[in-house]
């Protein structure tokens, strides 16, 4: 295997966008930003910058509201739009994803350090999916007559978007969570402010510039890269900001939400996980070994519902960590451009440096590691690990390391695995593996997470509601269940007696 690693040749259309100078799209057309800062984005896989990104300030957050607030003045042409042509709008924006869907997914693999087969077959799929289901909400989305018990009165309700949303987004799934955040945000009728995250711009500003072609009034979508804490700091403390929809960590998500609390801003949180996953005597142990190190390994285990905590029935333990320790050793590190790659970078240095720590703290704390073997030197790669004789109250058991690394657990009894899964401080996601209807029946009433997969794992449908209970979060992305993040009730009364 080489141990370097370089960039394969690109499109011209993503080297194009690479090469633009640093810009932030408001009020429907790209400009440099007020800040005058940028920042090289850097290719994870090499550790090269591959373009440089605008990094936008506060008076840049200050005049994407402006555009976001006039552009859902009542008269504006996107609160007057009917829900029809709304629903329009959106389905032509997931079709002009998908018309562009092997450039997204190649910047995908630039920006994120992700393995293109994934970026093109999940993200880019599912951001257009997201847009092509919620096209079909706007002309669903109702309020109700209310039984009114006043003689001569009628009251009905009405679902009013909630305004300027101010979405912020992590790195993992830069294009997929637009698809999360955007599409059910505007088929509610909102208009949005964006930051992306400031290692991944590249594809949300793309995106914006689709939208307005594929008919989205200019102002109703304005993207402003930047760091966080300025540019995203700026964006929850904006008065004029109603709404903020955040996927990240949990540590950043409480601090935004003791800052909206300020303004009694509306908040949706979509955090971090521990998950755990269940493999029961009885499963099938190919389907359970081969799904539980797809879910863990698949994005080098950047994936916020990543199965980090396998529980492992004891009888079936050993034979379970032999070919986890196979896969490990078998997966292909590379560039996720090159076809044969099947373990990508981490998205950065600090990043890699925070795996490694973990790592070794789990062997400092007595676990036993198991690393697969050497990766490239370039870029930010870290092997795919495999962690046994740990235990619950380790720490490569308790918090979300974000990389390659699966801890195994043994568990003798039902109702011991089942405490033992939910004693965590998240609840993002759970799995469990039998042939048993009943014990899959009783862990999926029992664990306490936003989804429960039975024999199977990863996942993930625009209908289908996607969540955290505890510090992952609160509120929901997709499904019916997202639109009630962007919609305020409104009680209509009409005396006419
Ligand atoms: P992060 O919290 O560091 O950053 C997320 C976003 O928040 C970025 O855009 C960042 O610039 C911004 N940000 C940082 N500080 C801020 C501040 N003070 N004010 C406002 N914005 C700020 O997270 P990350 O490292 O980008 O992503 C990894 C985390 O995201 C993991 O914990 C993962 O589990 C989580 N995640 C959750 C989901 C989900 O749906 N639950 C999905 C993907 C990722």
């Not at 690479?18 to 007020?34: I, W």
């Not at 910047?107 to 999916?129: M, P, S």
């Not at 101010?166 to 997929?176: E, S, V």
């Not at 909206?260 to 949180?269: H, I, Y």
Request: proline letters at 6%.
């Amino acid at each position: 295997m080489t141990l370097t690693v370089e960039t394969p040749s690109i499109s011209a259309a993503v080297a194009e966008r690479l090469a633009r100078a640093p810009h932030v799209f408001l009020a429907g057309h790209a400009e440099a930003p007020l800040s005058g800062e940028s920042r090289p984005v850097l290719d994870p896989a090499t550790g090269r910058a591959i373009g440089t990104a605008a990094c936008g300030g506060a008076a840049d957050i200050d005049r994407a509201v402006a555009a976001a607030t006039r552009a859902f003045d009542p008269a504006s042409p996107w609160r007057t739009m009917t829900p029809l042509e709304r629903g329009k709008v959106l389905h032509r924006i997931g079709d002009a994803i998908l018309a562009r869907a092997d450039e997204f997914a190649e910047l995908e693999v630039l920006d994120a350090g992700k393995v293109r087969g994934a970026a093109r077959g999940i993200d880019v799929d599912f951001a257009a999916r997201a847009f092509h289901y919620f096209a079909g909400w706007p002309t669903k989305i109702v309020g109700s007559t209310v039984p009114s018990s006043h003689p001569g009165i009628h009251i009905r309700t009405e679902k009013d978007p909630v305004g300027v949303v101010g979405a912020i987004t992590a790195w993992n799934f830069p294009l997929l969570l637009c698809g999360w955040k955007l599409a059910p945000a505007l088929a509610s009728g909102c208009t949005v402010v964006l930051k992306p995250s400031e290692e991944t711009p590249h594809s949300a500003l793309w995106l914006a510039e689709l939208a307005v072609e594929a008919g989205l009034p200019p102002g109703v979508l304005n993207v402003v890269p930047g760091l966080g804490g300025v540019a995203g700091q700026a964006l929850v403390d904006h008065p004029d900001v109603d709404k903020i929809t955040f996927t990240g960590s949990t540590a950043v998500g409480k601090r935004i939400a003791r800052r909206a609390a300020d303004q009694v801003k509306r908040v949706t949180l979509e955090l971090g996980g521990k998950s755990a996953n269940i493999i029961f005597a009885d499963a099938d142990l190919e389907a359970a070994v081969a799904g539980s190190a797809g879910g863990i390994f698949w994005h080098s285990g950047q994936t916020c519902s990543a199965p980090s905590r396998l529980f492992v029935h004891r009888s079936v333990h050993d034979e379970v960590v032999a070919r986890l320790r196979a896969i490990a050793d078998g997966l292909r590190p590379g560039h996720g451009l090159d076809a044969d790659t099947e373990l990508g970078p981490l998205v950065n240095a600090a990043q890699r440096e925070r795996v490694e720590g973990h790592v070794r703290l789990a062997g400092e704390q007595g676990a036993t590691v198991h690393m697969g073997p050497e990766v490239p030197r370039d870029g930010y790669f870290h092997p795919a690990t495999v962690i046994s004789d740990a235990s619950d109250d380790m720490t490569c058991a308790r918090e979300e390391i974000f990389g390659p690394v699966l801890t195994v657990l043994p568990f003798d009894d039902t109702d011991e695995v089942l405490r033992r899964a939910d004693d965590s401080e998240y609840g993002l996601a759970a799995g469990v593996w039998t042939r048993n209807v009943n014990t899959a029946h009783r862990a999926t009433k029992a664990l306490r997470a936003g989804t429960v997969y039975v024999n199977g794992w990863g996942l993930t449908d625009p209908a289908a509601p996607f969540g955290g209970f505890r510090q992952s979060g609160y509120g929901r992305d997709l499904g019916p269940d997202s639109l009630e993040g962007y919609l305020e009730t409104k009680s209509v009364w009409t005396f006419y007696g």
